[in-house]
Nanobody, 126 residues
Framework: VQLQASGGGLVQAGGSLRLSCAASGRTDISWVMGWFRQAPGKEREFVATIGRSDGNLYYADSVKGRFTISRDGAKNIVFLEMNSLKPEDTAVYSC????????????????????WGQGTQVTVSS
């Protein structure tokens, strides 16, 4: 499966952005889809993931209540709605896909996702 992320940009603190991740190729498979981010000089970190069933959602504590992950199955797109953005949310955001068991910490570990899209930059100014 190929993944294409988009929607990043520059926003003021408190603002909102919506990221999209469009899947192509093996879209006949219902992948577990995740978002990760990496800030300059920091390790890549887990943000959110959505399972094969839309009822399975999991968020990092740092974004819980502010970010919402969802998917449009018909269009093979996964969204990350980001509200109340903070400067510490500044990072390159990447989407990933895999046949990942929906359990922690497997779900939140980047190396368990074999397919990755290119990143999209999110910059939050104070």
């Amino acid at each position: 499966v190929q993944l294409q992320a988009s929607g990043g940009g520059l926003v003021q603190a408190g603002g909102s952005l919506r990221l999209s991740c469009a899947a192509s190729g093996r879209t006949d498979i219902s992948w577990v889809m995740g978002w990760f981010r990496q800030a300059p000089g920091k390790e890549r970190e887990f943000v959110a993931t959505i399972g094969r069933s839309d009822g399975n959602l999991y968020y990092a504590d740092s974004v819980k209540g502010r970010f919402t992950i969802s998917r449009d199955g018909a269009k093979n797109i996964v969204f990350l709605e980001m509200n109340s953005l903070k400067p510490e949310d500044t990072a390159v955001y990447s989407c990933a896909a895999g046949m990942v068991p929906f359990t922690v910490p497997i779900l939140t570990t980047a190396r368990n996702y074999p397919y990755w899209g290119q990143g999209t930059q999110v910059t939050v100014s104070s």
